[in-house]
């Protein structure tokens, strides 16, 4: 009653603020009602779905890597393994081999012989009169004999006091006599320690051999 035309403004305001909300209201009601009739049109076409089967294929696929990472540790760690002990046993058997063949060299060279392994274990270079050459630009006559007396050093080297039996077949063929002769005393030195077995058509080849017993086949 003290100022009823401030109330009635005040009434109508709220009015306004009272519509306006309810409008709103219906509008937010209306996105909602979009939205969910989207979600649910999207939830049809298998998007749900979709990304369950999309969360399966990432497990699955998490799980194969782990697997796969896991056995590549273990061939790699497999690998390094027998890659360590091979090339612990080849420097074992380096030197030893290394020296039995320059030991055994000297009979048919002389005192500057010496020959260098590769990781094989085959005679990679040798060395005469100050001169290394690769195994491979020798000539032939050279291959064979450096060949032969890699198989000697490894047959001595077997055992200290009894080296395996060695056969020969039809070697030394591109020898010059000189040769010849220093690998007859070789192969009557290395005879101490391992039986050898030469066979051949040409005896004379092997006349140099001291203690030689010639079986002659019929």
Known sequence: SANPELVRQLASNANKAELASAQRLRAAEDELRDVAARLELQGERGLFDARENALSRLEHVQRDHRSLT???????LLFE????ARDDSRRAYQAPLRDKIVSLG???FDETFGVELDE???IGTRTLGGVTLPFDSLSVGAQEQ???IARLACALLVSQDDGVPLILDDTLGHCDPARLEGMGALLSFAA???QIIVLTCTYTRFRHVGDAKLVTLQ
């Open 70 to 76: 896991a056995r590549a540790a273990a061939a790699r």
């Open 81 to 84: 393994t027998f890659r360590d």
């Open 106 to 108: 000297r009979f048919v």
């Open 120 to 122: 094989d274990l085959a």
């Open 146 to 148: 450096l060949s032969l």
């Open 192 to 194: 101490r320690w391992c």
